[in-house]
């Protein structure tokens, strides 16, 4: 089966409400679509959300390296999937979301022309049905409180309260709050927070100094993604596992985090990795060094990689940081019917593909300005 065109689509799809972040809130979901045709007639669709603070590209950047790394694809074996990495690597250095797209993609194409679903072209499934992590955050800790008993209620299991939005001492404050609440309820929950980036050193050092024993589970990117330095200082200080998000966009990444103590598991995400086949490999890694795993899509993606990150989590060895999936968040999504999220879990879809049926009249609709050009 060889690919016959690759058309990049730049949407922005509205959010039911903007979600609030150390240096970002997220208004709009300004994400990259890639349709995928074989010469067969059989279409897969990929997606990757600009992420400019976490993989340095916009939609106008990833909309510019995909028409550039199309042609080193044109022909090509769909099921190649080791030939395309290496194709797009030797046509364009970084761009790490541009090639997830057209990966997914190539992924969601094989598995319907050999009616099976995504996660099998990874191994055995390992697990169906997976806790989505709840994510809360506002300065407002009464309302976080009321949210956490809400999506509690609703079946959730797994959270994630954001951080780093005003000062340490009221951020860990509002932590052991939520933490209380949650404990309380009666059943065992995944509690983590992320900061985004958000602290500097001596805040983060003093939050998770301040958490005490209030049961957070893990505790995400506290501090700048590179300074390795000051991750491992506050690793270190902590009694709270550390995690890493935007540190992690390979796996050398991996080797250094775990080599310098700077964090006992992590966040992987598609777009940070470059794809699927390294978002698995990476899980498989951290699963090796004893690193606890949360597979995550980016603020605002929406069923297309929402429903390929759920493939890839249900085949990883270990998945116990849980899944985040970001497709509710939408206020319209472009699948028929959206990848569902049902008390607080999201069951791996079976069908061939990724298993989620694209409406293109939606993806029109939401089609911005910018436009790629088909290349056949």
């Known amino acids: 089966m060889k690919i016959k065109t690759i058309e990049p689509i730049a949407v922005s799809l509205p959010m039911k409400k903007p979600v609030q972040m150390a240096g970002e809130t997220v208004t709009r979901a300004d994400n990259v679509l890639v349709r995928i045709e074989s010469e067969d007639g059989v279409v897969g669709w990929g997606e990757a959300a600009s992420a400019p603070t976490m993989t340095g590209e916009t939609v106008a950047s990833m909309m510019a390296a995909i028409e550039l790394l199309t042609p080193g694809l044109l022909k090509r074996s769909a099921d190649d999937f080791a030939g395309a990495a290496a194709a797009m690597a030797a046509r364009l250095y970084g761009n790490s979301g541009a090639k997830a797209a057209i990966e997914i993609a190539l992924h969601d194409m094989v598995g319907r022309a050999t009616n099976r679903p995504v996660y099998s072209l990874f191994g055995a499934r390992q697990r169906s049905r997976m806790p989505v992590l709840a994510v809360i955050g506002s300065l407002d800790a009464a309302a ?210 990724l298993g989620i049926e694209v409406d293109e009249r939606r993806v029109r609709r939401w089609q911005q300005e910018l436009r790629g050009r088909k290349v056949a």
């Open 144 to 353: 976080d409180l009321r949210e956490a008993r809400e999506r509690f209620d609703a079946g959730y299991r797994a959270f994630k309260i954001k951080v780093g939005l005003g000062s340490a001492g009221a951020d860990a404050e509002r932590t052991r709050a939520v933490c209380r609440v949650l404990k309380d309820m009666g059943e065992p929950c995944l509690v983590s927070a992320d900061a985004n980036q958000g602290f500097g050193v001596d805040d983060a050092l003093l939050y998770v100094r301040a958490l005490g024993d209030c049961g957070l589970d893990f505790f995400e990117q506290p501090v700048e993604a590179h300074d390795l330095d000051a991750m491992a200082r506050v690793a270190a200080a902590s009694a709270v596992p550390i995690g890493a998000d935007e540190g992690l966009h390979s796996r050398d990444d991996i080797l250094r985090h775990h080599e310098r103590h700077a964090a006992r598991g992590g966040s992987l995400k598609a777009i940070k990795l470059g794809g699927l086949r390294a978002l698995s490999d990476a899980s498989r890694l951290c699963d090796r060094l004893g690193m606890k795993v949360n597979i995550s899509c980016k603020t605002g993606e929406s069923s297309i990689a929402s429903a390929a990150a759920a493939h890839v989590a249900a085949a990883v060895p270990a998945l116990d940081w849980g899944l985040t999936v970001t497709n509710p968040g939408l206020a319209e999504d472009v699948a028929v019917e959206p990848l569902k999220v049902t008390r607080g879990h999201v069951e791996v879809p079976e069908r061939a593909g």
